[in-house]
T-cell receptor, first 114, second 114 residues
Framework: DQQVKQNSPSLSVQEGRISILNCDYT??????FLWYKKYPAEGPTFLISISSIKDKNEDGRFTVFLNKSAKHLSLHIVPSQPGDSAVYFC?????????????FGKGTMLLVSP | DVKVTQSSRYLVKRTGEKVFLECVQD?????MFWYRQDPGLGLRLIYF???????EKGDIPEGYSVSREKKERFSLILESASTNQTSMYLCASSTGGALNTEAFFGQGTRLTVV
């Protein structure tokens, strides 16, 4: 049973426009949410995070929104750039054996065209 | 600059071989993780460790074991490699405690079992 869901396998956006990547979760025990970006043949790199007590976090062109009642979060990239083309993973943190572990979604491949 | 280093970028092994994947981090992190990434499945947690000589099963531990003899090193062992273990393997580390959950990833090891 998948606890973190990214229902869009891919997304295509034009340069300069907004990219919106969505993520849903089912486990109400998740207390922290993160977005990672991954280029081919590289490890994921941390992008932005949000605590479950907040509803928005912004860092430059990247903003994450959290709707706890809907168990939904989204990543907005404005303006999108070709270098943003990558796979984006949504991750959620919960305690396992008393220690934080991350549960990842399947990822969304973002393609930003010039 | 934080660094998680995996010993090999690419490996090709035969079915039935015992395979060791090595990971070293230089950040003095307490927690270390092994994930595998497969197309359409995202990142799935195999094992994690929160202290030297301590280990916990993740979501898909079958066919794997781990070793953590030193704080900076976490090894993933495939006892008898099978073709369904062909995958991208990702090591990660993070600081201890429940609140700080950002994980830093290595560059990945692409393992092919033939």
């Amino acid at each position: 049973d998948q606890q973190v869901k990214q229902n869009s396998p891919s997304l295509s956006v034009q340069e300069g426009r907004i990219s919106i990547l969505n993520c849903d979760y089912t486990n109400s025990m998740f207390d922290y949410f993160l977005w990672y970006k991954k280029y081919p043949a590289e490890g994921p790199t941390f992008l932005i995070s949000i605590s479950s007590i907040k509803d928005k976090n912004e860092d430059g062109r990247f903003t994450v929104f959290l709707n706890k009642s809907a168990k939904h979060l989204s990543l907005h990239i404005v303006p999108s750039q070709p270098g943003d083309s990558a796979v984006y993973f949504c991750a959620a943190s919960a305690l396992r054996s008393g220690y934080s572990t991350l549960t990842f979604g399947k990822g969304t491949m973002l393609l930003v065209s010039p | 600059d934080v660094k998680v280093t995996q010993s090999s970028r690419y490996l090709v092994k035969r079915t039935g071989e015992k395979v060791f994947l090595e990971c070293v981090q230089d950040m003095d992190h307490e927690n270390m993780f092994w994930y595998r990434q497969d197309p359409g499945l995202g990142l799935r947690l195999i094992y994690f460790s929160y202290d030297v000589k301590m280990k916990e099963k993740g979501d898909i531990p079958e066919g794997y074991s781990v070793s953590r003899e030193k704080k900076e090193r976490f090894s993933l062992i495939l006892e008898s490699a099978s073709t369904n273990q062909t995958s991208m393997y990702l090591c990660a580390s993070s600081t201890g405690g429940a609140l700080n959950t950002e994980a830093f990833f290595g560059q990945g090891t692409r393992l092919t079992v033939v």
